[in-house]
């Protein structure tokens, strides 16, 4: 038997609560994984609140996250005792996930713990430092250096923006950090924020086009805040979308793209091919330092995990929830 936080459905509604499974009641896979952390990120959020029908299908384990020990493998790519992190793939959603102690995965949707951080560290940045280092590879990709300009990062305070904020200080660029919480402006900076501003000068409708500012954006947000940040990048310049926290509306004009070149970039963690997925954990590992985990991140149990998924939805948590599901 092991704990697991298990989301159940009854009347259409949803309920989550950490129970006592069996081994045999996990999913098919051919990797049986000993947990040793997960997370709880915004869509672990929408899942354990019912908030968004996030969930395709109950009883679900949910948890997008988790890094752990293999403890019997059918596949070539892992033998017993080597670490893996597993980060989406509809896990969570569609398959149980990350918050137990024990899980049964694909190994395709499997790599290996890379050199260089353990695995709490791994757990720390999870899915929103994976999400904000493709977002940074996508704009060095584009062409945007530290000499090209400022960067916008918006949502500061979550996981990514908090991650997308220092690994972006730690390879030369300026960053400017938006916030609806201005009070958190020195946590902000300690990460490597230049600026700060309010995220109430990008969330309300505006012009098409704006003043050029921007070299590059990384928007967690969406809606009006991510139309605002594209109106006002400069000619050429990068947008890279990876989240929703305000809205899955883009209400913007084609202004931006046609008259200054301004290129936008879906970023998606969920199915990204695990070439994409290496290369990004690799570079994460060369760049972060030990106190950055700590600075970033808190730690709880799966106990705690339900109330602080409400907190999180409700904007009163800052960057990383890291889940000791051993503890």
Not at 83 to 106: C, S, Y
Not at 219 to 231: E, M, R, W, Y
Request: proline content about 4%.
């Amino acid at each position: 038997m092991f704990k697991s936080l298990l989301i159940t459905q009854e009347d259409k509604k949803s309920f989550a609560s950490v129970v006592e499974l069996h081994e045999d009641q996990l999913p098919e896979g051919d990797v049986l994984i000993e947990v040793y952390y997960s997370t709880l990120n915004y869509k672990d959020g929408l899942a354990i609140t019912g908030k968004s029908p996030v969930v395709r299908s109950f009883p679900m384990v949910p948890g997008i996250d988790l890094v752990g020990k293999v403890l019997q493998s059918d596949s070539d790519r892992f033998t017993e005792g080597d670490f893996v992190i597993l980060n989406g793939f509809g896990v969570g959603e569609m398959h149980w996930g990350g918050l137990a102690q024990k899980a049964r995965l694909k190994s395709d949707w499997l790599i290996p713990l890379p050199k260089g951080i353990d695995a709490k560290q791994s757990m720390s940045i999870g899915t929103a430092g994976y999400t904000a280092m493709l977002s940074v590879l996508a704009l060095e990709k584009q062409g945007v250096t530290p000499n090209s300009g400022e960067i916008l990062v918006t949502g500061a305070n979550g996981g990514v923006g908090s991650f997308a904020i220092r690994l972006l200080n730690r390879l030369g660029y300026h960053v400017v950090a938006s916030t609806g919480r201005m009070e958190e402006s020195d946590y902000l900076k300690s990460l490597g924020a230049s600026d700060i501003v309010d995220r109430n000068t990008l969330s309300e409708p505006g012009k098409p086009l704006q003043k050029e500012r921007w070299a590059g954006v990384i928007d967690c947000v969406g809606s009006h805040t991510l139309a605002n940040a594209c109106a006002s990048t400069k000619y050429g310049g990068v947008v890279t979308a990876c989240g929703l926290a305000q809205g899955m509306d883009f209400p913007s004009s084609v202004a931006p793209f046609i008259l200054r070149g301004v290129k936008l970039i879906g970023i998606d963690s969920v199915m990204r091919p695990l070439a994409d997925r290496i290369e990004a954990w690799e570079r994460l590992s060369d760049l972060l330092q030990a106190d950055d985990f700590d600075s970033i991140s808190e730690e709880i149990t799966l106990e705690n995990v339900v109330e602080t998924a409400h907190k999180l939805l409700d904007g009163k948590v800052r960057g990383r929830v890291l889940v000791n599901v051993k503890a």
